[in-house]
Each structure stands twice: as structure tokens, then as C-alpha cells.
């Protein structure tokens, strides 16, 4: 059975683990022994992207393996109307081992994995997940923390409309998190299907408006930007960036081995003067793409094959998903299907909005 890699639950704790060891021994120059020649990725990139695409693609030719780029959707078929089902089902009928998928729909990677004969993996879609930069945040964390419990993190900017928080945050919490301060104005708040999520794994949530009132207790602090491009036109963007920015004043209160993250692009909430901080580890994060993606790819094309994936309830429903930027709702041919979560409440399984 092939495994897909479309939400951060795909894989179990003891699997990321895996990954993360495996990215510790290749960054330590101890390549693990597959043999890529021959093997080839196709990267299908539907929406912007320097460090995804180009680490997928880096950590495919160091693995030995060969890449295919399409970038753009007004270069494919799929501005002609094709079906991402169609498009899936033909080009994994090319010979490609794996694909990797970016598209601004939620929950599109997991209908190109459900018609693709090889396996998937989410490279960000929408504001949904963005799994991939995950695992590089956790080895981030865990290179420099040296574990991943009992952490007081803070997520800060765009939570509503930034993926890499929703993902980063479940995976936190799994690994048990101490404390989850979700960092951002009302407008941009996390949204109910993580909390939700964050509440059944039992962590503590606090939710506040102010970087200030908490930096002194963190342990991490993980900056995004304003997703503009994903905000309705009328809310002022750059008064939102300047209310979430980080400054030298605001670190002379943070802890010695605080660690400040940021999935990049920065914009203005990430100001330069802090480039020069010890404690200031995006870059040394960034850097961490190609090995944890070599892991990530050796893994799932080698003995992760025989693991389960996600075991979850779905239910095929009469209704359509509420969320508006949800696949299912751009490709009718796709049925909607939910999971069933305690207390009656049942989630997307595409995109994971809750159904109200
Ligand atoms: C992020 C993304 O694309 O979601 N970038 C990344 O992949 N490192 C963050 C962003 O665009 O703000």
C-alpha cells in the first residue's frame, strides 16, 4: 500500500521521530543507503514558492534521484477545466515514484492522493496544513532544545490564514507542549478546527493579542507574516504587521535560550536588527529543508510503506463543507466526507473545518 503525506496526522509520533533521527544522521554526512538513481519526483507547484520547492528538489538530486517542475496552474491543463482527479490519475500513469503538490485550494493534495497511484505529499495547501515544514520546525526544536515536551511556545501573526501554525501546533501539542500561546489579533485568530484539536489532546491554549505580555516565558517563539495575499481587501494589512512585530527592546525580556523561528518569507514582523540575536535560529531552520526533506522522501519510499497511515472514521455526507476555499466545494465531483469527532462534531476531511 502506498502512504501519502497530506496532514501531519498521516504519520505517528514514533514515525516523525523516525524522520528526525534519519535527518541526524544525514546531516552528520551518514547518507542512509537507498538507492535513488532512477527514481524520479514530480513537483507540481500551484501556488508561490522559493524554499519548498527548491528544497524538495535539492533533497531529491542529493538522494541521487531525478525532478520534474511544473509551477504555475495557467501552464497546465487544469486552466483548460481539467479535474485535479483527471490530471492526478494521468500523471502518476508517467512513471513518477512520488509527487509533491502545492495548490491554494484545502484539501486539494488529498484529492490528487486519492486518484494517484504513487505517493502524495502536501507541500501547503491554502491556509489548511503545510506538514513538510513541520518536521523541519520540530528538528529545528529538537536540535536546538534537545526535546519536544514540555515546551512553552508561542505562535504569533497570522494564525487564521498561516498553515504552517495549524499543523506546527497539532504536532506540538501530540508531542506534549506544555503551553500553546496563540499570538494575534482577533481578526486572525487560530481557528476553531485546531483548537478543537488542540482541546481533545488536552494542551493548554492561551489566547492573547500582545507578543509583550508573554515573551518572558517562552521557550519558542514562532513568527509569520500577514498572508495577504489570503486577507479580504478591506482589512488593513499593515497595521495588522506593525501590532505582531518582534524588536530588540521586546528580546532584552526574553529568556537567554529563547528560540525565535519563522517559516520565512519575513516580512515586517521579523525586523533585521534581530538577524544578529543568538537566539534567532530561522536561518539554521531554513537550512534544515534538504535534510529533513531527504529523510522525509527516503522514508516514504522505503520502510514507511508498511506503516498504516491515519486511521479515522469518515462519513459520507449529505452537506458540503461550510468552508469556502475548501476543494470540495471547486471540484463537485468529489464527495464530501467528514470525521467524526467526540461531542457530535464532525470535521472536513479534506480541508478539517468543523461543520456547524
Ligand atoms: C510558508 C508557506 O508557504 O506557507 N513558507 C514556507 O513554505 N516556508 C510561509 C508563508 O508563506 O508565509
Redesign the pocket.
Known amino acids: 500500500m502506498k502512504r501519502d503525506f497530506v496532514v501531519i496526522d498521516d504519520f505517528s509520533n514514533v514515525e516523525i521521530m523516525d524522520i528526525l533521527r534519519t535527518t541526524f544522521e544525514i546531516k552528520n554526512r551518514n547518507v542512509p543507503g537507498f538507492d535513488f538513481q532512477g527514481k524520479r519526483m514530480l513537483n507540481l507547484f500551484f501556488?508561490?514558492?522559493?524554499?519548498?520547492r527548491l528544497s524538495f528538489e535539492m533533497a531529491m538530486l542529493q538522494l541521487g534521484g531525478e525532478v520534474s517542475n511544473v509551477t504555475g496552474i495557467e501552464s497546465t491543463s487544469l486552466s483548460k477545466g481539467e479535474s485535479l482527479a483527471d490530471m492526478a490519475r494521468v500523471v502518476s500513469g508517467y512513471g513518477y515514484d512520488f509527487i509533491v503538490v502545492?495548490h491554494p485550494l484545502e484539501g486539494a493534495p488529498q484529492v490528487v492522493a486519492d486518484n494517484a497511484w504513487v505517493p502524495v505529499i502536501n507541500?501547503?495547501d491554502g491556509s489548511h496544513q503545510?506538514p513538510?515544514?513541520t518536521l523541519?520546525d520540530l528538528c529545528t526544536i529538537r536540535d536546538c532544545k534537545g526535546h519536544l515536551n514540555n515546551l512553552r511556545v508561542g505562535l504569533a501573526g497570522?494564525l487564521c490564514y498561516?498553515?504552517?501554525v495549524h499543523s506546527l501546533a497539532i504536532a506540538l501539542a501530540r508531542f506534549g507542549a506544555e503551553t500553546i500561546f496563540c499570538i494575534g489579533p482577533p481578526e486572525l485568530k487560530m481557528p476553531e478546527w485546531v483548537l478543537e484539536q488542540l482541546a481533545r489532546l488536552q494542551t493548554s491554549v492561551i489566547q492573547l493579542e500582545s507578543i509583550e505580555a508573554v515573551i518572558d516565558r517562552l521557550d519558542v517563539l514562532y513568527l509569520?507574516?500577514v498572508?495577504k495575499e489570503r486577507l479580504a481587501a478591506t482589512i488593513d494589512y499593515e497595521a495588522l504587521q506593525r501590532a505582531y512585530s518582534l524588536n530588540k527592546e521586546m528580546l532584552k525580556k526574553a529568556k537567554g535560550d529563547l528560540l525565535i523561528l519563522h517559516?520565512?518569507?519575513r516580512t515586517d514582523e521579523l525586523p533585521r536588527e534581530v538577524d544578529n540575536d543568538p537566539r534567532a535560529k530561522y536561518f539554521p531552520q531554513?537550512d534544515n529543508?534538504v535534510p529533513v526533506r531527504m529523510a522525509l522522501i527516503s522514508m516514504l519510499l522505503g520502510k514507511m510503506e508498511q506503516g498504516q497511515g491515519r486511521q479515522q472514521k469518515t462519513v459520507i455526507g449529505d452537506e458540503r463543507c461550510l468552508n469556502p476555499r475548501c476543494v470540495t466545494l471547486h471540484e463537485p465531483y468529489v464527495k464530501p466526507e467528514f470525521n467524526c469527532l467526540p461531542n457530535n462534531l464532525l470535521s472536513c476531511f479534506y480541508c478539517g473545518h468543523l461543520l456547524h
Open positions: 501556488e508561490p514558492s522559493t524554499r519548498t502545492r507541500a501547503g503545510h513538510t515544514q523541519v497570522d498561516g498553515r504552517t509569520t507574516r498572508q517559516p520565512l518569507p531554513s529543508g
